[in-house]
């Protein structure tokens, strides 16, 4: 292998093990911190009305937004930490695409994807919305979602009416 190939692949995999990082990591955040003390913020989400508006939510993304800058700031392209910054940006888009504008429809967009995994990822999103508080919630991550039937039951065991 090349030193170029070499340098190449382990960007590479430097970029996906930031995304499956950032799954687990933005996993538990959602879980202990938006649905624990940051309530104040994400229930501006889980009230919100259909509406291209801003959420009180949006601020999360903002706070994540610059620190991702900053690791860009702290790196350049040969630095780690400037890839590790690219992966949570990637994350982040990926977050935006699917969370925003396919689930929650924050942008005009029509299409429906037939693909599995993506209802599958729709679905646990809005059952994760069925249970309003803070607390009981189910389905966490935002580009894994457990199976169906699982959520559900965790769902009928919190009170939940789905």
């Known amino acids: 292998m090349t030193s ?10 430097i970029v996906v093990a930031t ?22 913020w994400h229930a501006s989400h889980h009230n919100a009305s259909k509406t291209l508006s801003w959420e009180k939510n949006d601020l999360y993304a903002i ?3 610059g620190a991702a800058i900053l690791l860009f700031a702290l790196g350049d392209t040969h ?7 690219f992966g949570i940006t990637l994350y982040g888009l990926l977050y935006g695409i699917l969370h925003d504008v396919l689930i929650h429809r ?3 967009v ?5 693909n599995a995994y993506l209802q599958r990822l729709i679905t646990a999103h809005h059952l994760h919305h069925a249970v309003r508080s803070r607390e009981n919630g189910v389905s966490f ?9 699982s959520i559900r039951t965790q769902l009928r065991r919190n009170g939940a009416r789905r």
């Open 4 to 13: 170029m190939a070499f340098l190449i692949l382990s960007r590479l995999l």
């Open 19 to 40: 995304l499956l990082v950032m799954e687990v990591a933005v996993t538990l955040f959602h879980r202990h911190v938006m649905h624990g003390f940051g309530w104040g």
């Open 63 to 65: 706070v994540f937004t």
């Open 79 to 85: 630095a780690t930490i400037w890839w590790i910054a």
């Open 106 to 108: 924050r942008l005009p």
């Open 110 to 114: 029509k299409w429906k994807p037939r």
């Open 141 to 149: 991550g935002f580009l894994y979602a457990p199976p169906l039937d």
